[in-house]
């Protein structure tokens, strides 16, 4: 009977561990967070305002911004420049499934990280500030290095082409 006792003592406070620690894809996302802290991103969890194939209204999105910001400002950088995974009417395409608000120019490898990743990225901001990839976390530390350099190779983006 002691035994049993013990025993049921045990499972109930092994019980209470398991209870309180964090579910695997939490795990996953704390070590993503800390990888990309490492990497000197820096994460957030925010809101966009994504426009619609019109531009007639926005729809708001809650999602993780994984950001790197420049040490000074661009002064050279006025415009705030969105990179989408969808059409909208006025943007312009660089690549298969990605528009961009603003005539920009990027390298092949660039662009090859946008499309491999068009299923999990919502949206990509430039801005004079720096550079915020909006993505819902799904990947491992491989994707977390790629989106690095995509970050890396838009911080070289320093102006905008104007066309006409």
Not at 52 to 65: C, E, F, G, L, M
Not at 95 to 103: D, I, L, Q, V
Request: aromatic share 10%; net charge positive.
């Amino acid at each position: 009977m002691t035994a049993l006792i013990v025993i049921f003592i045990t499972l109930s406070l092994m019980g209470s561990a398991l209870w309180i620690m964090p579910p695997k894809k939490e795990r996953q996302r704390m070590s993503l967070r800390m990888q990309a802290r490492k990497l000197g991103i820096t994460v957030q969890l925010t809101s966009i305002d994504l426009p619609d194939k019109w531009d007639k209204s926005k729809n708001r999105q809650k999602t993780v911004a994984y950001s790197h910001y420049r040490l000074k400002p661009l002064v050279s950088l006025s415009e705030t420049i969105w990179i989408l995974p969808f059409e909208v009417w006025k943007y312009r395409s660089i690549t298969e499934g990605w528009w961009t608000s603003e005539a920009i120019d990027l390298d092949l490898k660039t662009l090859g990280i946008l499309e491999k990743y068009t299923s999990i990225l919502s949206a990509v901001k430039i801005t004079a500030d720096g550079v915020f990839c909006y993505w819902d976390e799904r990947g491992d530390e491989a994707v977390l290095n790629e989106l690095s350099q995509l970050i890396t190779a838009l911080e070289a983006i320093s102006s905008v082409a104007h066309q006409k």
